[in-house]
């Protein structure tokens, strides 16, 4: 429906953009960073409010980042311009940092970066933007075996993304929390998490959610020294 919309307005509409966008996240969403990368470069080209030109620019960067991670560089620029004086805008810098750092190889010095924001990040205005920023501090924190941390964190972001009814970010967490259950040994209640990932409905189309899920089935069976489980769940 939004991609019809979006054809359809005249050039310089003001809703061209928002359109645009709409119909690039849902292209996103199904892993289609292919489709949804031309269409957030028209919502940034339309923009007319620096609410459309800053998530546009969002979108440009994530999914140019998934095709290569070196055309998604210029939009990382834009947006460090903005960062000083936009809260969401500074979260969301730290989190595209975690991506470029992530396809380089390298977390160093990433953790403290986002641990001085997150008392911050809960008064940032867009809770989307509050909930990604504390799931991917989650991530980083486990990735340095800091799993009470990272499951106080996984757990709030979870909690928001459940009110926002998203549930691919819904999934990520559930993910992301089970992967910290299991870190601290609490392997019954990291199954349960397994289960609800299952459930929704992001976790059937969507391939990195299952990746995630088969990654952290794989950790259980390593905790409960099931090693021939793990090498069938990878």
Same mark, same amino acid.
């Given at each position: 429906? =939004?991609?019809?919309? =979006?054809?359809?307005?005249?050039? !310089?509409?003001?809703?061209?953009?928002?359109?645009?966008?709409?119909?690039? #996240?849902?292209?996103?969403?199904?892993?289609?960073?292919?489709?949804?990368?031309?269409?957030?470069?028209?919502?940034? %080209?339309?923009?007319?409010? @620096?609410?459309?030109?800053? &998530?546009?620019?969002?979108?440009?960067?994530?999914? $140019?980042?998934? +095709?290569?991670?070196?055309?998604?560089?210029?939009?990382?620029?834009?947006?460090?311009?903005?960062? =000083?004086?936009?809260? &969401?805008?500074?979260?969301?810098?730290?989190?595209?940092?975690?991506?470029?750092?992530?396809? #380089?190889?390298?977390?160093? !010095?990433?953790?403290?970066?986002?641990?001085?924001?997150?008392?911050?990040?809960? $008064?940032?205005?867009?809770?989307?933007?509050?909930?990604?920023?504390?799931?991917? *501090?989650?991530?980083?924190?486990?990735?340095? *075996? @800091?799993?009470?941390?990272?499951?106080?964190?996984?757990?709030?972001? +979870?909690?928001?993304?459940?009110?926002?009814? $998203?549930?691919?970010?819904? !999934?990520?967490?559930?993910?992301?929390?089970? %992967?910290?259950?299991?870190?601290?040994?609490?392997?019954? *209640?990291?199954?349960?998490?397994?289960? +609800?990932?299952?459930?929704?409905?992001?976790?059937?189309?969507?391939?990195?959610?299952?990746?995630?899920?088969?990654?952290?089935?794989?950790?259980?069976?390593?905790?409960?020294?099931?090693?021939?489980?793990? #090498?069938?769940?990878?």
């Amino acid at each position: 429906l =939004a991609e019809s919309v =979006a054809q359809n307005l005249p050039a !310089g509409d003001q809703w061209a953009s928002l359109a645009n966008q709409i119909t690039a #996240q849902a292209f996103y969403l199904r892993s289609r960073s292919d489709l949804a990368a031309p269409l957030y470069v028209k919502a940034l %080209a339309d923009a007319q409010t @620096e609410v459309d030109r800053k &998530n546009a620019l969002w979108g440009a960067f994530l999914a $140019h980042a998934d +095709l290569d991670i070196e055309s998604s560089m210029a939009f990382l620029t834009d947006l460090e311009s903005d960062a =000083a004086e936009d809260l &969401n805008t500074r979260l969301r810098v730290t989190v595209a940092r975690q991506t470029i750092s992530l396809e #380089q190889g390298s977390l160093a !010095g990433l953790w403290a970066t986002a641990q001085a924001l997150i008392p911050l990040a809960r $008064h940032a205005n867009d809770p989307l933007v509050r909930s990604n920023f504390l799931a991917q *501090s989650a991530y980083l924190a486990a990735a340095r *075996s @800091e799993y009470s941390a990272a499951l106080d964190l996984s757990d709030e972001a +979870l909690r928001l993304s459940m009110v926002l009814q $998203h549930d691919f970010a819904t !999934g990520c967490c559930l993910a992301y929390r089970a %992967a910290d259950k299991v870190g601290l040994r609490q392997l019954v *209640s990291a199954a349960s998490d397994v289960a +609800l990932l299952i459930q929704t409905t992001a976790h059937r189309e969507d391939p990195y959610l299952q990746t995630q899920r088969a990654l952290t089935e794989a950790r259980l069976s390593i905790a409960r020294r099931d090693l021939s489980s793990a #090498q069938e769940r990878l």
